[in-house]
Protein backbone atom coordinates (compact mmCIF):
# COMPACT_ATOMS: atom_id res chain seq x y z
CA UNK A 1 0.00 0.00 0.00
CA UNK A 2 1.50 2.92 -0.76
CA UNK A 3 1.82 6.16 1.45
CA UNK A 4 -0.41 9.55 0.45
CA UNK A 5 1.57 12.35 -1.25
CA UNK A 6 2.32 14.72 0.80
CA UNK A 7 0.41 18.65 -0.09
CA UNK A 8 3.07 21.52 -0.60
CA UNK A 9 2.74 24.87 1.23
CA UNK A 10 3.05 27.15 -1.89
CA UNK A 11 3.76 30.02 0.29
CA UNK A 12 7.12 28.48 2.05
CA UNK A 13 7.73 25.54 0.12
CA UNK A 14 6.97 23.47 2.91
CA UNK A 15 5.44 19.86 3.03
CA UNK A 16 2.09 20.13 4.70
CA UNK A 17 -0.23 16.60 5.39
CA UNK A 18 -3.39 18.83 6.10
CA UNK A 19 -5.05 21.44 4.43
CA UNK A 20 -8.57 23.48 5.37
CA UNK A 21 -10.39 20.80 3.02
CA UNK A 22 -9.32 18.01 5.61
CA UNK A 23 -11.09 19.87 8.36
CA UNK A 24 -14.60 18.07 9.15
CA UNK A 25 -15.16 19.78 12.12
CA UNK A 26 -14.48 22.71 14.60
CA UNK A 27 -14.77 22.74 18.34
CA UNK A 28 -15.05 24.94 21.41
CA UNK A 29 -12.47 24.25 24.00
CA UNK A 30 -12.51 25.40 27.39
CA UNK A 31 -8.85 25.58 28.85
CA UNK A 32 -10.09 25.01 32.51
CA UNK A 33 -10.74 21.34 31.11
CA UNK A 34 -7.83 20.92 29.84
CA UNK A 35 -5.67 19.01 31.94
CA UNK A 36 -2.46 20.35 33.94
CA UNK A 37 1.13 19.71 32.95
CA UNK A 38 1.87 18.20 36.21
CA UNK A 39 -1.23 16.02 36.09
CA UNK A 40 -0.98 12.14 34.79
CA UNK A 41 0.74 11.94 31.55
CA UNK A 42 2.58 15.10 32.74
CA UNK A 43 6.99 14.15 32.74
CA UNK A 44 8.21 11.14 31.82
CA UNK A 45 10.02 10.60 35.70
CA UNK A 46 6.16 11.37 37.11
CA UNK A 47 4.68 8.71 34.45
CA UNK A 48 7.66 6.13 35.16
CA UNK A 49 5.57 5.56 39.12
CA UNK A 50 2.17 7.22 38.42
CA UNK A 51 2.70 10.75 39.43
CA UNK A 52 2.95 9.88 44.06
CA UNK A 53 6.40 10.98 45.32
CA UNK A 54 5.79 10.83 48.97
CA UNK A 55 9.22 11.24 49.82
CA UNK A 56 10.74 14.97 51.49
CA UNK A 57 13.86 15.23 50.09
CA UNK A 58 15.26 13.81 46.89
CA UNK A 59 19.44 13.44 46.94
CA UNK A 60 20.61 13.17 42.75
CA UNK A 61 24.10 13.88 43.11
CA UNK A 62 25.04 9.96 41.73
CA UNK A 63 25.23 9.15 38.47
CA UNK A 64 24.11 5.52 38.58
CA UNK A 65 22.47 3.18 40.42
CA UNK A 66 22.46 3.17 44.38
CA UNK A 67 23.38 -0.07 46.15
CA UNK A 68 23.68 1.14 49.55
CA UNK A 69 22.59 3.61 52.29
CA UNK A 70 23.58 4.47 55.66
CA UNK A 71 22.62 6.85 58.66
CA UNK A 72 24.63 8.54 61.23
CA UNK A 73 23.95 6.74 64.28
CA UNK A 74 24.68 10.30 66.29
CA UNK A 75 23.31 12.97 64.01
CA UNK A 76 19.50 12.60 62.57
CA UNK A 77 20.76 14.32 59.62
CA UNK A 78 23.13 13.17 58.07
CA UNK A 79 23.25 10.31 55.54
CA UNK A 80 25.68 8.04 53.66
CA UNK A 81 25.08 6.37 49.73
CA UNK A 82 27.44 4.57 47.82
CA UNK A 83 26.41 3.08 44.57
CA UNK A 84 27.51 1.71 40.54
CA UNK A 85 29.07 5.27 39.95
CA UNK A 86 31.99 4.14 41.71
CA UNK A 87 31.30 7.41 44.21
CA UNK A 88 29.69 7.86 47.95
CA UNK A 89 28.40 10.50 49.31
CA UNK A 90 28.01 12.25 52.83
CA UNK A 91 24.62 14.22 52.72
CA UNK A 92 22.03 15.83 54.44
CA UNK A 93 18.77 15.30 55.11
CA UNK A 94 16.51 18.56 54.05
CA UNK A 95 20.02 20.24 52.64
CA UNK A 96 20.06 20.10 48.89
CA UNK A 97 24.02 19.92 48.08
CA UNK A 98 26.00 16.92 49.35
CA UNK A 99 28.29 17.43 52.56
CA UNK A 100 31.13 15.46 51.43
CA UNK A 101 32.14 13.12 48.20
CA UNK A 102 33.94 9.61 48.83
CA UNK A 103 36.31 10.09 46.21
CA UNK A 104 38.93 7.29 45.06
CA UNK A 105 37.65 3.60 44.27
CA UNK A 106 37.62 2.22 41.38
CA UNK A 107 34.44 0.06 41.36
CA UNK A 108 31.04 0.56 42.52
CA UNK A 109 30.50 1.59 46.58
CA UNK A 110 29.09 -1.59 47.71
CA UNK A 111 28.42 -1.10 51.46
CA UNK A 112 28.77 2.04 53.92
CA UNK A 113 28.47 1.64 57.92
CA UNK A 114 29.65 4.23 60.12
CA UNK A 115 31.33 3.38 63.27
CA UNK A 116 28.88 3.05 66.69
CA UNK A 117 30.70 6.57 67.81
CA UNK A 118 29.46 8.12 64.73
CA UNK A 119 33.15 9.74 64.34
CA UNK A 120 34.14 7.69 61.14
CA UNK A 121 32.52 5.91 57.96
CA UNK A 122 33.52 2.90 56.26
CA UNK A 123 33.49 2.64 52.17
CA UNK A 124 33.61 -0.28 50.72
CA UNK A 125 33.63 -1.16 47.16
CA UNK A 126 33.86 -3.84 44.61
CA UNK A 127 37.93 -3.00 43.96
CA UNK A 128 38.34 -4.82 47.04
CA UNK A 129 39.38 -1.71 48.65
CA UNK A 130 37.87 0.13 52.13
CA UNK A 131 38.16 3.82 52.55
CA UNK A 132 37.61 4.86 56.43
CA UNK A 133 36.26 8.85 56.46
CA UNK A 134 37.24 11.03 59.45
CA UNK A 135 33.38 12.72 59.51
CA UNK A 136 33.84 15.65 61.85
CA UNK A 137 37.06 16.92 59.89
CA UNK A 138 35.44 15.65 56.65
CA UNK A 139 38.02 14.05 54.96
CA UNK A 140 39.96 10.36 54.24
CA UNK A 141 41.38 9.32 57.28
CA UNK A 142 43.14 5.84 55.89
CA UNK A 143 42.79 3.24 52.77
CA UNK A 144 42.63 -0.35 53.91
CA UNK A 145 43.44 -3.30 51.53
CA UNK A 146 44.51 -6.61 51.44
CA UNK A 147 41.49 -8.63 50.38
CA UNK A 148 42.32 -9.58 46.52
CA UNK A 149 38.39 -9.98 45.54
CA UNK A 150 35.70 -7.08 45.95
CA UNK A 151 34.13 -6.28 49.58
CA UNK A 152 30.68 -7.75 50.11
CA UNK A 153 29.97 -5.48 53.55
CA UNK A 154 31.76 -4.07 56.46
CA UNK A 155 30.73 -3.89 60.40
CA UNK A 156 32.48 -1.60 62.92
CA UNK A 157 33.07 -3.22 66.23
CA UNK A 158 30.20 -1.95 68.86
CA UNK A 159 32.64 -0.63 71.14
CA UNK A 160 35.48 0.67 69.30
CA UNK A 161 37.18 1.43 65.98
CA UNK A 162 38.06 -2.08 64.95
CA UNK A 163 36.39 -2.56 61.65
CA UNK A 164 35.74 -6.00 59.65
CA UNK A 165 35.16 -6.67 56.21
CA UNK A 166 33.93 -9.86 54.01
CA UNK A 167 35.66 -10.24 50.57
CA UNK A 168 34.44 -12.38 47.32
CA UNK A 169 37.50 -13.59 47.78
CA UNK A 170 36.42 -15.97 50.58
CA UNK A 171 38.34 -14.30 53.00
CA UNK A 172 37.76 -11.94 56.37
CA UNK A 173 39.35 -9.10 56.97
CA UNK A 174 39.80 -7.01 60.46
CA UNK A 175 41.91 -3.40 60.84
CA UNK A 176 42.10 -0.89 63.64
CA UNK A 177 41.11 2.23 61.76
CA UNK A 178 42.86 4.45 64.33
CA UNK A 179 46.00 3.50 63.37
CA UNK A 180 44.93 1.96 60.09
CA UNK A 181 46.72 -1.18 60.76
CA UNK A 182 45.83 -4.68 59.99
CA UNK A 183 44.52 -7.03 62.60
CA UNK A 184 43.73 -10.34 61.55
CA UNK A 185 42.68 -12.18 58.16
CA UNK A 186 39.87 -14.89 58.82
CA UNK A 187 40.26 -18.16 56.68
CA UNK A 188 38.51 -21.36 55.70
CA UNK A 189 35.35 -20.05 53.65
CA UNK A 190 35.05 -22.02 50.24
CA UNK A 191 33.58 -18.91 48.53
CA UNK A 192 32.39 -15.38 48.89
CA UNK A 193 31.40 -13.87 52.07
CA UNK A 194 28.50 -12.50 51.90
CA UNK A 195 27.11 -11.34 55.18
CA UNK A 196 29.09 -11.27 59.09
CA UNK A 197 29.35 -9.15 61.89
CA UNK A 198 30.73 -8.76 65.60
CA UNK A 199 28.14 -9.97 67.96
CA UNK A 200 27.03 -7.19 70.00
CA UNK A 201 29.25 -7.75 72.89
CA UNK A 202 32.30 -7.45 70.69
CA UNK A 203 33.28 -10.92 71.74
CA UNK A 204 32.60 -12.85 68.84
CA UNK A 205 32.53 -12.72 64.98
CA UNK A 206 30.10 -14.83 62.44
CA UNK A 207 30.49 -14.77 58.81
CA UNK A 208 27.99 -16.39 55.80
CA UNK A 209 29.36 -17.72 52.43
CA UNK A 210 28.28 -18.71 49.30
CA UNK A 211 29.62 -22.26 50.09
CA UNK A 212 26.24 -22.65 52.80
CA UNK A 213 28.58 -22.42 55.96
CA UNK A 214 27.94 -20.24 59.03
CA UNK A 215 31.42 -19.51 60.74
CA UNK A 216 32.15 -18.44 64.41
CA UNK A 217 35.26 -17.13 64.74
CA UNK A 218 37.41 -15.77 67.97
CA UNK A 219 38.01 -12.37 66.94
CA UNK A 220 41.82 -12.25 68.42
CA UNK A 221 42.98 -15.22 67.15
CA UNK A 222 41.22 -15.75 64.32
CA UNK A 223 40.49 -19.29 65.05
CA UNK A 224 37.31 -20.88 64.23
CA UNK A 225 35.10 -21.87 66.50
CA UNK A 226 32.56 -23.45 65.06
CA UNK A 227 31.37 -24.29 61.26
CA UNK A 228 27.37 -24.89 60.73
CA UNK A 229 26.98 -27.10 57.89
CA UNK A 230 24.92 -29.83 56.27
CA UNK A 231 21.45 -31.03 57.61
CA UNK A 232 19.89 -29.47 58.85
CA UNK A 233 21.35 -26.66 58.04
CA UNK A 234 21.59 -24.30 54.42
CA UNK A 235 21.46 -26.08 50.98
CA UNK A 236 23.38 -23.09 49.28
CA UNK A 237 24.59 -20.01 49.82
CA UNK A 238 23.64 -17.81 52.48
CA UNK A 239 22.21 -13.97 51.61
CA UNK A 240 21.86 -12.60 55.08
CA UNK A 241 22.57 -12.83 58.79
CA UNK A 242 21.35 -11.35 62.12
CA UNK A 243 22.37 -11.52 65.51
CA UNK A 244 20.34 -10.96 68.43
CA UNK A 245 20.75 -8.53 71.26
CA UNK A 246 22.31 -11.17 74.06
CA UNK A 247 24.91 -12.45 71.44
CA UNK A 248 23.19 -15.34 72.15
CA UNK A 249 21.65 -16.38 68.71
CA UNK A 250 22.63 -15.82 64.59
CA UNK A 251 19.98 -16.00 62.29
CA UNK A 252 20.68 -16.62 58.67
CA UNK A 253 19.33 -16.60 55.44
CA UNK A 254 20.03 -18.55 51.91
CA UNK A 255 19.26 -19.10 48.21
CA UNK A 256 17.64 -22.00 49.41
CA UNK A 257 14.24 -20.24 50.75
CA UNK A 258 15.29 -21.62 54.49
CA UNK A 259 15.97 -19.77 57.44
CA UNK A 260 17.89 -21.20 60.64
CA UNK A 261 18.54 -19.77 63.98
CA UNK A 262 22.05 -21.03 65.35
CA UNK A 263 23.47 -21.12 68.89
CA UNK A 264 26.29 -19.31 68.86
CA UNK A 265 27.67 -21.08 71.98
CA UNK A 266 27.50 -24.49 70.61
CA UNK A 267 27.02 -23.85 66.68
CA UNK A 268 24.22 -25.69 66.75
CA UNK A 269 20.46 -25.24 64.97
CA UNK A 270 18.19 -24.64 67.63
CA UNK A 271 15.64 -23.88 65.22
CA UNK A 272 14.12 -24.25 61.26
CA UNK A 273 12.17 -21.52 60.00
CA UNK A 274 10.32 -22.80 56.73
CA UNK A 275 8.03 -21.03 54.96
CA UNK A 276 9.84 -19.15 52.08
CA UNK A 277 9.55 -20.40 49.05
CA UNK A 278 12.43 -18.46 47.36
CA UNK A 279 16.05 -16.90 48.28
CA UNK A 280 16.01 -15.06 51.58
CA UNK A 281 17.31 -11.69 50.63
CA UNK A 282 16.88 -9.63 54.03
CA UNK A 283 16.99 -10.72 58.44
CA UNK A 284 16.61 -8.81 61.09
CA UNK A 285 16.46 -9.56 65.15
CA UNK A 286 14.06 -7.65 66.62
CA UNK A 287 16.36 -4.48 68.66
CA UNK A 288 15.19 -6.73 72.24
CA UNK A 289 15.47 -10.21 71.24
CA UNK A 290 17.43 -12.40 73.41
CA UNK A 291 17.75 -16.08 73.70
CA UNK A 292 14.85 -16.54 76.11
CA UNK A 293 12.18 -14.92 73.78
CA UNK A 294 12.67 -13.52 70.31
CA UNK A 295 10.96 -12.06 67.47
CA UNK A 296 12.67 -11.72 63.69
CA UNK A 297 11.50 -10.81 60.06
CA UNK A 298 12.91 -12.04 56.82
CA UNK A 299 11.99 -11.08 53.09
CA UNK A 300 12.24 -13.05 50.53
CA UNK A 301 11.98 -13.07 46.59
CA UNK A 302 9.17 -15.20 47.08
CA UNK A 303 6.94 -11.33 47.77
CA UNK A 304 6.41 -12.13 51.75
CA UNK A 305 7.62 -10.80 54.35
CA UNK A 306 7.88 -13.19 57.59
CA UNK A 307 7.65 -12.36 61.69
CA UNK A 308 8.60 -15.28 63.25
CA UNK A 309 9.17 -15.82 67.23
CA UNK A 310 10.73 -18.37 69.10
CA UNK A 311 8.01 -20.84 68.84
CA UNK A 312 9.26 -21.33 64.99
CA UNK A 313 5.98 -20.75 62.90
CA UNK A 314 5.21 -17.91 61.09
CA UNK A 315 3.49 -15.28 63.41
CA UNK A 316 2.48 -12.91 60.38
CA UNK A 317 2.94 -13.36 56.86
CA UNK A 318 3.15 -10.16 54.99
CA UNK A 319 2.30 -10.43 51.22
CA UNK A 320 4.12 -7.80 48.77
CA UNK A 321 3.83 -6.89 44.78
CA UNK A 322 7.70 -8.23 44.01
CA UNK A 323 10.24 -9.74 46.10
CA UNK A 324 11.56 -8.17 49.24
CA UNK A 325 15.24 -6.60 48.93
CA UNK A 326 15.90 -5.43 52.47
CA UNK A 327 14.42 -5.09 56.07
CA UNK A 328 14.72 -3.03 58.94
CA UNK A 329 12.85 -3.01 62.12
CA UNK A 330 11.95 0.28 63.34
CA UNK A 331 13.59 1.54 66.90
CA UNK A 332 11.34 0.67 69.80
CA UNK A 333 8.25 0.37 67.70
CA UNK A 334 6.44 -2.82 66.53
CA UNK A 335 6.68 -1.77 62.81
CA UNK A 336 9.12 -2.87 60.13
CA UNK A 337 10.07 -1.44 57.38
CA UNK A 338 10.42 -2.87 53.82
CA UNK A 339 12.39 -2.45 50.58
CA UNK A 340 10.92 -3.89 47.20
CA UNK A 341 11.46 -4.88 43.92
CA UNK A 342 8.30 -2.38 42.79
CA UNK A 343 10.07 0.72 43.89
CA UNK A 344 7.83 1.16 46.88
CA UNK A 345 8.75 1.02 50.59
CA UNK A 346 6.27 -0.13 53.04
CA UNK A 347 5.42 0.16 56.64
CA UNK A 348 4.19 -3.32 58.72
CA UNK A 349 2.69 -3.47 61.73
CA UNK A 350 4.52 -6.81 63.15
CA UNK A 351 1.76 -7.30 65.23
CA UNK A 352 -1.51 -7.83 63.44
CA UNK A 353 0.73 -7.92 59.74
CA UNK A 354 -1.62 -4.98 58.22
CA UNK A 355 0.44 -2.57 55.82
CA UNK A 356 0.54 0.59 57.74
CA UNK A 357 1.65 2.98 55.01
CA UNK A 358 3.06 1.89 51.71
CA UNK A 359 5.80 5.28 50.12
CA UNK A 360 6.34 5.92 46.48
CA UNK A 361 8.71 8.05 44.35
CA UNK A 362 10.99 5.63 43.13
CA UNK A 363 10.71 3.99 39.60
CA UNK A 364 12.81 1.34 40.32
CA UNK A 365 14.14 -1.47 42.52
CA UNK A 366 15.03 -0.80 46.22
CA UNK A 367 18.81 -1.80 46.63
CA UNK A 368 18.84 -0.69 50.63
CA UNK A 369 17.10 1.27 53.21
CA UNK A 370 18.17 3.01 56.85
CA UNK A 371 16.77 4.69 59.27
CA UNK A 372 17.89 7.80 61.08
CA UNK A 373 19.31 8.21 64.51
CA UNK A 374 16.19 10.01 65.71
CA UNK A 375 13.69 7.61 64.11
CA UNK A 376 11.82 10.45 62.34
CA UNK A 377 13.40 9.22 58.53
CA UNK A 378 13.84 6.69 56.40
CA UNK A 379 16.36 6.88 53.86
CA UNK A 380 15.98 5.04 50.57
CA UNK A 381 18.55 3.93 47.48
CA UNK A 382 17.29 2.61 44.39
CA UNK A 383 18.63 1.50 40.82
CA UNK A 384 17.00 4.46 39.96
CA UNK A 385 19.76 6.28 40.85
CA UNK A 386 18.59 8.86 43.58
CA UNK A 387 18.31 8.42 47.36
CA UNK A 388 14.74 9.40 49.36
CA UNK A 389 13.66 10.39 52.43
CA UNK A 390 10.25 9.33 54.01
CA UNK A 391 9.09 10.90 57.24
CA UNK A 392 8.16 7.95 59.98
CA UNK A 393 7.99 9.88 62.66
CA UNK A 394 4.49 8.58 63.16
CA UNK A 395 5.60 4.71 64.05
CA UNK A 396 7.83 5.72 66.51
Not at 311 to 330: A, F, K, M, N, Y
Request: charged share 25%; net charge negative.
Amino acid sequence: MNAPSPNVDEDNGEEAFLDESDIINEYDVDEEDLPDADEEGGSDGEEEFGGVDDSIHIFTGHTGELYTAACSPTDATLVATGGGDDKGFLWRISQGDWAFELQGHQDSVSSLSFSADGQLLASGSLDGVVKVWDITRGELKCTLDGPSGGIEWVRWHPKGHLLLAGSEDSSVWMWNADRAAFLQVFSGHGSSVTCGDFTPDGRTICSGSDDATLRIWNPKTAEIIHVVRGHPYHTEGLTCLTINSDSSLALTGSNDGSVHVVNISTGKVVSSLSAHSDSVECAAFEASSRRDGWRAATGSMDKKLIIWDQHSSPRCICDHEEGVTCLQWLAGSRYIATGCLDGKVRVWDSLSGDCAKIFSGHSDAIQSIAISANGDFLVSVSLDGTGRVFEIAEFR
